[in-house]
Protein backbone atom coordinates (compact mmCIF):
# COMPACT_ATOMS: atom_id res chain seq x y z
CA UNK A 1 0.00 0.00 0.00
CA UNK A 2 1.18 3.66 -0.85
CA UNK A 3 2.11 5.78 2.44
CA UNK A 4 3.62 9.37 2.24
CA UNK A 5 5.74 10.69 5.46
CA UNK A 6 6.53 13.83 6.00
CA UNK A 7 8.84 15.35 8.53
CA UNK A 8 9.19 17.28 10.65
CA UNK A 9 5.87 17.50 12.17
CA UNK A 10 6.41 20.50 13.73
CA UNK A 11 9.36 23.97 13.63
CA UNK A 12 10.07 26.83 15.05
CA UNK A 13 12.68 28.66 13.33
CA UNK A 14 13.85 32.42 13.39
CA UNK A 15 13.00 34.86 10.85
CA UNK A 16 15.88 34.98 7.97
CA UNK A 17 16.81 31.25 8.32
CA UNK A 18 16.76 28.54 5.87
CA UNK A 19 14.40 25.64 5.54
CA UNK A 20 14.18 22.26 4.30
CA UNK A 21 10.97 20.58 4.59
CA UNK A 22 10.91 16.83 3.44
CA UNK A 23 8.25 14.40 1.98
CA UNK A 24 8.47 10.85 0.85
CA UNK A 25 5.77 8.66 -1.03
CA UNK A 26 5.98 4.87 -0.78
CA UNK A 27 4.19 2.04 -2.85
CA UNK A 28 3.61 3.63 -5.68
CA UNK A 29 5.96 5.67 -8.78
CA UNK A 30 5.52 8.89 -10.40
CA UNK A 31 3.24 10.28 -8.45
CA UNK A 32 2.02 13.89 -8.71
CA UNK A 33 3.66 15.74 -5.79
CA UNK A 34 2.22 18.60 -3.77
CA UNK A 35 2.99 21.22 -1.09
CA UNK A 36 0.16 23.04 0.05
CA UNK A 37 0.23 25.95 2.85
CA UNK A 38 -2.86 26.27 5.78
CA UNK A 39 -3.41 29.48 7.41
CA UNK A 40 -4.65 29.11 11.07
CA UNK A 41 -8.63 28.56 10.39
CA UNK A 42 -8.66 29.18 6.58
CA UNK A 43 -8.53 26.90 3.03
CA UNK A 44 -5.45 25.16 1.61
CA UNK A 45 -3.20 27.66 -1.04
CA UNK A 46 -1.12 25.58 -3.60
CA UNK A 47 2.17 26.17 -3.14
CA UNK A 48 3.79 24.07 -5.70
CA UNK A 49 3.50 20.49 -7.38
CA UNK A 50 5.20 18.12 -9.73
CA UNK A 51 4.82 15.98 -12.28
CA UNK A 52 8.27 14.65 -12.43
CA UNK A 53 11.87 14.21 -11.76
CA UNK A 54 12.78 17.92 -11.69
CA UNK A 55 9.56 19.62 -13.00
CA UNK A 56 8.27 21.90 -10.82
CA UNK A 57 5.07 24.49 -11.13
CA UNK A 58 4.52 27.12 -8.76
CA UNK A 59 1.50 28.25 -7.97
CA UNK A 60 2.09 31.53 -6.28
CA UNK A 61 5.34 34.19 -5.98
CA UNK A 62 6.48 33.65 -2.75
CA UNK A 63 9.45 33.43 -1.04
CA UNK A 64 9.81 29.26 -0.98
CA UNK A 65 11.10 26.75 -3.91
CA UNK A 66 10.26 23.31 -4.05
CA UNK A 67 12.63 20.54 -5.50
CA UNK A 68 12.21 17.39 -6.31
CA UNK A 69 15.52 15.15 -6.82
CA UNK A 70 14.05 11.87 -6.48
CA UNK A 71 10.62 10.42 -8.13
CA UNK A 72 8.77 9.45 -4.62
CA UNK A 73 10.81 12.35 -2.85
CA UNK A 74 10.02 16.28 -2.21
CA UNK A 75 11.46 19.25 -1.15
CA UNK A 76 10.05 22.45 0.03
CA UNK A 77 12.84 25.38 0.79
CA UNK A 78 13.54 28.82 1.71
CA UNK A 79 17.17 30.37 1.63
CA UNK A 80 15.03 33.29 4.22
CA UNK A 81 12.46 32.74 6.18
CA UNK A 82 9.60 35.71 6.90
CA UNK A 83 7.03 35.93 10.06
CA UNK A 84 4.51 35.20 6.93
CA UNK A 85 6.00 32.07 5.87
CA UNK A 86 4.06 30.96 9.13
CA UNK A 87 1.53 28.31 8.63
CA UNK A 88 1.00 24.56 8.23
CA UNK A 89 2.68 23.01 5.41
CA UNK A 90 1.00 19.85 3.46
CA UNK A 91 2.42 17.50 1.21
CA UNK A 92 0.24 15.55 -0.70
CA UNK A 93 0.33 12.91 -3.51
CA UNK A 94 -1.78 11.55 -6.21
CA UNK A 95 -2.05 9.23 -9.37
CA UNK A 96 -2.77 11.46 -11.95
CA UNK A 97 -3.97 15.21 -12.06
CA UNK A 98 -7.24 15.57 -10.91
CA UNK A 99 -7.71 12.72 -8.66
CA UNK A 100 -7.81 11.97 -5.13
CA UNK A 101 -5.03 13.53 -2.85
CA UNK A 102 -3.25 11.45 -0.17
CA UNK A 103 -2.46 14.10 2.38
CA UNK A 104 1.13 13.91 4.78
CA UNK A 105 0.57 14.68 8.57
CA UNK A 106 1.62 18.31 8.19
CA UNK A 107 4.16 20.67 9.27
CA UNK A 108 3.42 23.13 12.09
CA UNK A 109 6.33 25.64 10.98
CA UNK A 110 6.02 28.96 13.94
CA UNK A 111 8.28 31.62 12.45
CA UNK A 112 9.28 33.91 15.03
CA UNK B 1 -9.89 32.71 -12.34
CA UNK B 2 -12.09 29.71 -11.86
CA UNK B 3 -13.62 29.66 -7.88
CA UNK B 4 -14.88 27.26 -5.78
CA UNK B 5 -16.65 28.29 -2.77
CA UNK B 6 -18.32 27.18 0.67
CA UNK B 7 -20.87 27.84 2.37
CA UNK B 8 -21.18 28.07 5.60
CA UNK B 9 -17.57 29.10 7.01
CA UNK B 10 -18.61 27.75 10.31
CA UNK B 11 -21.61 26.10 12.10
CA UNK B 12 -21.99 24.80 15.39
CA UNK B 13 -24.63 22.49 15.98
CA UNK B 14 -26.23 20.32 19.12
CA UNK B 15 -25.03 16.70 19.04
CA UNK B 16 -28.22 14.69 17.04
CA UNK B 17 -29.08 17.86 15.05
CA UNK B 18 -28.46 17.72 11.11
CA UNK B 19 -25.91 19.63 9.06
CA UNK B 20 -25.20 20.28 5.95
CA UNK B 21 -22.18 22.08 4.13
CA UNK B 22 -22.56 23.84 0.25
CA UNK B 23 -19.95 23.97 -2.60
CA UNK B 24 -20.57 26.38 -5.45
CA UNK B 25 -18.14 26.35 -8.35
CA UNK B 26 -17.85 28.99 -10.79
CA UNK B 27 -17.36 26.74 -13.65
CA UNK B 28 -18.83 23.27 -14.67
CA UNK B 29 -16.58 20.44 -13.18
CA UNK B 30 -15.57 17.22 -14.27
CA UNK B 31 -15.59 15.69 -10.64
CA UNK B 32 -16.34 16.75 -6.90
CA UNK B 33 -14.34 15.65 -4.06
CA UNK B 34 -14.68 16.00 -0.49
CA UNK B 35 -12.21 15.98 1.95
CA UNK B 36 -12.51 15.66 6.18
CA UNK B 37 -9.89 17.62 8.21
CA UNK B 38 -10.33 16.70 11.89
CA UNK B 39 -8.54 19.56 13.96
CA UNK B 40 -4.65 19.11 14.29
CA UNK B 41 -4.92 17.01 11.76
CA UNK B 42 -4.53 16.15 7.76
CA UNK B 43 -7.64 16.39 5.13
CA UNK B 44 -8.42 12.91 4.42
CA UNK B 45 -10.15 12.02 1.18
CA UNK B 46 -14.39 11.26 1.80
CA UNK B 47 -15.52 10.86 -1.73
CA UNK B 48 -15.63 11.85 -5.38
CA UNK B 49 -18.53 12.50 -7.61
CA UNK B 50 -18.75 12.42 -11.25
CA UNK B 51 -22.13 12.26 -12.70
CA UNK B 52 -24.58 14.71 -13.26
CA UNK B 53 -27.53 14.65 -10.40
CA UNK B 54 -25.47 11.72 -8.84
CA UNK B 55 -25.94 11.45 -5.10
CA UNK B 56 -23.66 9.25 -2.76
CA UNK B 57 -23.99 7.89 0.89
CA UNK B 58 -21.62 6.77 3.83
CA UNK B 59 -23.30 5.73 6.61
CA UNK B 60 -25.08 9.47 8.25
CA UNK B 61 -23.34 11.29 5.28
CA UNK B 62 -25.15 12.34 1.71
CA UNK B 63 -23.20 14.01 -0.73
CA UNK B 64 -25.24 14.95 -3.56
CA UNK B 65 -23.84 16.91 -6.86
CA UNK B 66 -25.86 19.09 -8.61
CA UNK B 67 -27.48 18.90 -12.12
CA UNK B 68 -25.18 21.41 -13.61
CA UNK B 69 -21.73 20.16 -11.77
CA UNK B 70 -21.54 23.77 -10.64
CA UNK B 71 -22.43 22.90 -6.72
CA UNK B 72 -22.18 20.42 -4.65
CA UNK B 73 -23.53 19.33 -0.85
CA UNK B 74 -23.02 16.91 1.68
CA UNK B 75 -25.17 16.56 4.61
CA UNK B 76 -24.99 14.99 7.73
CA UNK B 77 -27.75 13.27 9.39
CA UNK B 78 -28.03 13.21 13.53
CA UNK B 79 -24.24 14.45 14.19
CA UNK B 80 -21.65 13.23 16.62
CA UNK B 81 -19.06 14.84 18.04
CA UNK B 82 -16.56 12.42 15.96
CA UNK B 83 -18.19 14.17 12.82
CA UNK B 84 -16.37 17.43 14.31
CA UNK B 85 -13.59 18.88 11.80
CA UNK B 86 -13.50 20.95 8.91
CA UNK B 87 -15.13 19.84 5.44
CA UNK B 88 -13.71 20.62 2.18
CA UNK B 89 -14.82 20.65 -1.59
CA UNK B 90 -12.49 20.07 -4.08
CA UNK B 91 -13.18 20.46 -8.11
CA UNK B 92 -10.65 20.52 -10.80
CA UNK B 93 -8.87 23.34 -12.66
CA UNK B 94 -10.57 23.57 -16.26
CA UNK B 95 -7.37 24.77 -17.49
CA UNK B 96 -5.06 23.05 -15.57
CA UNK B 97 -6.48 19.58 -14.26
CA UNK B 98 -5.14 20.99 -10.74
CA UNK B 99 -7.44 20.89 -7.89
CA UNK B 100 -9.10 23.70 -6.53
CA UNK B 101 -10.81 23.77 -2.97
CA UNK B 102 -13.06 25.42 -1.28
CA UNK B 103 -12.10 27.59 2.18
CA UNK B 104 -13.86 24.96 3.94
CA UNK B 105 -16.72 24.74 6.38
CA UNK B 106 -15.98 24.14 10.21
CA UNK B 107 -18.19 21.82 11.85
CA UNK B 108 -18.38 22.20 16.27
CA UNK B 109 -20.78 19.79 17.77
CA UNK B 110 -21.67 20.20 21.03
CA UNK B 111 -22.18 16.83 23.28
Known amino acids: SQTIHQWPATLVQPVGSPLSLECTVE??????LYWYRQAAGRGLQLLFY??????ISSEVPQNLSASRPQDRQFILSSKKLLLSDSGFYLC???????????FGSGTQLSVL | GQQVMQIPQYQHVQEGEDFTTYCNSSTTLSNIQWYKQRPGGHPVFLIQ?????EVKKQKRLTFQFGEAKKNSSLHITATQTTDVGTYFC???????????FGQGTTLQVKP
Open chain 2, 90 to 100: AGPSSNTGKLI
Open chain 2, 49 to 53: LVKSG
Open chain 1, 27 to 32: GTSNPN
Open chain 1, 92 to 102: AWARLTNEKLF
Open chain 1, 50 to 55: SVGIGQ
